[in-house]
């Protein structure tokens, strides 16, 4: 009796000496916020992110917003809560998010953007996105190119609230509107999702049957898209996407979809981690907050390379 | 608080934005359009510095093309020093300004993004292509400038606008009037930017001065 109370003393002694030795030597945390998993766009940022915040000794917290501005705001009030000492963010939106990065920077914890940008600076300490402008017209230039300049085509927009939806449109039309040949039939969101993309595509194939293309705004939607065609026998049409997923370059490989753009996910996100990092530890910013990643056109030809997200050599 | 600071920074951006900008005192129509706009205006923007900052900027940058390719080709980053812009941060490539005259030996004139091959080591093998338009392929006048900056715009739309006003500039200016007929064979002049090429391509050459003749 005497043993086990002494034995469940130290017990406790040693749970107390635990307990309040942690807060003392913790290690530092890291917050990472994307947009849903289930695109692997996003869930490439979220390990890649994961990966360099770990190798460089800190803990993370790993957290969706689904693209809705309101969960954003709360899981920013976690990471603050927690103690984050960085967050690295894909927002919820290039307006509705200033507000959010703002409460971080003002609770001491700052916050550095990937993927897609805020129309503020001076609020995120890097904001490091792709260059959606440049992909979209190496995208849109290897669709004239496949579509001969000439044809209807059908466009799919990402999401209205996400800065690159109107940006990659942008970009598109800067290039396909040079073709007076090129005639746009129809243009439909999808919000970057699968299922709705090819819904959309089934109905826009019944009232546009003379369609000899498709571009999208991204990957799953250009997925959603060629599945709907194939469902309707339609291997003719020439499909290209945006992003440089797994299941893009597996199509490209199988000759359904014809091309994609790559953004750099994975790096980029490594590189946010890296830049949080030496601002937690030096308190230096980068040169610019923000940074401009080059896009890189995927075809059959290199399509071989791609992996995650990256290109190998 | 929180509102009123976005806004703040809302309005600190779009001051930025437009920083670039000549304030005139009478506003006319299409002024008037423009601040209906939120007066981003980047066609005018690039009109006002193109004589008076872009031109002397790249007749000054630019080199000799093929001294330009060859350290192009055997130092990116020393020829980038000497001759080209890249913005500090991110992964864009360097994008240089080069001087190229030479003997066209092909054109490329039934698409839209139209251009002509360019031998200017005269061993009649095509070293550039320089474009005619009317559509420009991608935005390396505006990326050749050391003094225009993506930080400071808005965003990726407007810093794409502006990239594109350059092309459009420029083809209303020097491309629309060039003929298209028998040009394999005449001689060209020109000065322009190119973005460091892949491998095993030809530098496309953005036209900022042209002159064709012979």
Same mark, same amino acid.
């Given at each position: 009796?005497?043993?086990?109370?002494?034995?469940?003393?130290?017990?406790? %002694?040693?749970?107390?000496?635990?307990?309040?030795?942690?807060?003392?030597?913790?290690?530092?945390?890291?917050?990472?916020?994307?947009?849903?998993?289930?695109?692997?766009?996003?869930?490439? #940022?979220?390990?890649?992110? $994961?990966?360099?915040?770990?190798?460089?000794?800190?803990?993370?917290?790993?957290?969706?917003?689904?693209?809705? %501005?309101?969960?954003?705001?709360?899981?920013?009030?976690?990471?603050?809560?927690?103690? %984050?000492?960085?967050?690295?963010?894909?927002?919820?939106?290039?307006?509705?998010?200033?507000?959010?990065?703002?409460? =971080? @920077?003002?609770?001491?914890?700052?916050?550095?953007?990937?993927?897609?940008?805020?129309?503020?600076?001076?609020?995120?300490?890097?904001?490091?996105?792709?260059?959606?402008?440049?992909?979209?017209?190496?995208?849109?230039?290897?669709?004239? @190119?496949? *579509?001969?300049?000439?044809?209807?085509?059908?466009?799919?927009?990402?999401?209205?609230?996400?800065?690159?939806?109107?940006?990659?449109?942008?970009?598109?039309?800067?290039?396909?509107? #040079?073709?007076?040949?090129?005639?746009?039939?129809?243009?439909?969101?999808?919000?970057?999702?699968?299922?709705?993309?090819?819904?959309?595509?089934?109905?826009?194939?019944?009232?546009?049957?003379?369609?000899?293309?498709?571009?999208?705004?991204?990957?799953? *939607?250009? *997925?959603? =898209?060629?599945?709907?065609?194939?469902?309707?026998?339609?291997?003719?049409?020439?499909?290209?996407?945006?992003?440089?997923?797994?299941?893009?370059?597996?199509?490209? @490989?199988?000759?359904?979809?014809?091309?994609?753009?790559?953004?750099?996910?994975?790096?980029?996100?490594?590189?946010?981690?890296?830049?949080?990092?030496?601002?937690?530890?030096?308190?230096? @910013?980068?040169? #610019? $907050?923000?940074?401009? *990643?080059?896009?890189?056109?995927?075809?059959? #030809?290199?399509?071989?390379?791609? $992996?995650?997200?990256?290109?190998?050599? | 608080?929180?509102?009123?600071? /976005?806004?703040?920074?809302?309005?600190?951006?779009?001051?930025?934005?437009?920083?670039?900008?000549?304030?005139?005192?009478? &506003?006319?129509?299409?002024?008037?359009?423009?601040?209906?706009?939120?007066?981003?205006? &980047?066609?005018?923007?690039?009109?006002?510095?193109?004589?008076?900052?872009?031109?002397?900027?790249?007749?000054?940058?630019?080199?000799?093309?093929?001294?330009?390719?060859?350290?192009?080709?055997?130092?990116?980053?020393?020829?980038? /020093?000497?001759?080209?812009?890249?913005?500090?941060?991110?992964?864009?490539?360097?994008?240089?300004?080069?001087?190229?005259?030479?003997?066209?030996?092909?054109?490329?004139?039934?698409?839209?993004? /139209?251009?002509?091959?360019?031998?200017?080591?005269?061993?009649?093998?095509?070293?550039?292509?320089?474009?005619?338009? &009317?559509?420009?392929?991608?935005?390396?006048?505006?990326?050749?400038?050391?003094?225009?900056?993506?930080?400071?715009?808005?965003?990726?739309?407007?810093?794409?606008?502006?990239?594109?006003?350059?092309?459009?500039?420029?083809?209303?200016?020097?491309?629309?009037?060039?003929?298209?007929?028998?040009?394999?064979?005449?001689?060209?002049?020109?000065?322009?930017?190119? &973005?460091?090429?892949?491998?095993?391509?030809?530098?496309?050459?953005?036209?900022?001065?042209?002159?064709?003749?012979?």
């Amino acid at each position: 009796m005497k043993l086990t109370r002494r034995m469940t003393m130290a017990a406790f %002694a040693a749970v107390l000496a635990a307990s309040s030795a942690i807060p003392a030597y913790a290690v530092d945390l890291i917050a990472i916020i994307t947009p849903s998993h289930d695109n692997p766009f996003f869930k490439a #940022e979220a390990v890649g992110a $994961e990966a360099k915040a770990k190798e460089l000794g800190y803990e993370t917290l790993v957290l969706v917003h689904d693209d809705d %501005a309101n969960k954003q705001s709360q899981l920013i009030d976690t990471a603050i809560g927690r103690g %984050a000492k960085a967050i690295i963010l894909d927002n919820a939106g290039s307006e509705a998010s200033i507000a959010a990065v703002q409460k =971080a @920077k003002d609770a001491g914890v700052p916050s550095f953007l990937i993927d897609r940008e805020i129309n503020a600076t001076g609020v995120a300490v890097s904001q490091i996105v792709s260059n959606n402008y440049q992909g979209a017209q190496l995208g849109a230039e290897e669709f004239v @190119k496949l *579509m001969g300049e000439s044809g209807n085509y059908v466009e799919l927009l990402g999401r209205e609230s996400d800065l690159n939806a109107g940006i990659r449109s942008k970009g598109y039309h800067d290039v396909i509107d #040079e073709y007076p040949e090129m005639k746009m039939v129809a243009q439909q969101s999808a919000n970057w999702s699968q299922t709705e993309a090819y819904a959309k595509m089934e109905t826009i194939l019944q009232a546009n049957p003379d369609i000899k293309g498709v571009i999208s705004g991204n990957d799953t *939607m250009a *997925m959603g =898209a060629i599945a709907a065609l194939q469902a309707a026998g339609r291997k003719d049409v020439i499909v290209v996407g945006f992003d440089g997923s797994n299941d893009v370059r597996d199509s490209i @490989k199988s000759g359904g979809i014809k091309a994609t753009v790559l953004q750099p996910a994975y790096a980029q996100a490594q590189m946010a981690v890296q830049q949080a990092h030496e601002y937690i530890t030096t308190g230096k @910013k980068p040169v #610019e $907050e923000k940074q401009l *990643m080059d896009c890189v056109l995927i075809t059959s #030809e290199n399509a071989d390379q791609l $992996e995650t997200f990256a290109l190998t050599n | 608080m929180r509102n009123l600071k /976005a806004a703040a920074v809302l309005v600190l951006a779009g001051a930025m934005a437009l920083s670039s900008c000549k304030i005139i005192k009478t &506003p006319t129509s299409e002024e008037a359009a423009q601040a209906a706009t939120g007066g981003f205006a &980047p066609d005018r923007m690039v009109a006002e510095i193109w004589d008076s900052k872009v031109l002397p900027y790249l007749d000054k940058k630019a080199g000799p093309f093929p001294e330009v390719a060859a350290l192009a080709a055997s130092d990116p980053d020393a020829a980038g /020093a000497k001759y080209g812009h890249k913005e500090k941060q991110g992964s864009a490539p360097w994008t240089f300004a080069t001087r190229l005259s030479g003997t066209i030996v092909a054109a490329e004139t039934k698409s839209r993004s /139209a251009y002509v091959e360019v031998d200017a080591d005269g061993d009649g093998k095509a070293d550039a292509r320089v474009q005619i338009g &009317p559509a420009i392929r991608g935005t390396a006048i505006r990326d050749s400038l050391d003094f225009v900056n993506f930080n400071e715009f808005k965003n990726q739309i407007e810093w794409a606008q502006y990239g594109k006003a350059f092309n459009t500039h420029v083809n209303g200016l020097v491309l629309e009037k060039l003929s298209r007929d028998g040009l394999v064979g005449k001689k060209i002049e020109a000065v322009g930017a190119y &973005p460091l090429p892949a491998k095993g391509q030809l530098p496309l050459v953005a036209p900022a001065r042209l002159t064709v003749e012979g």
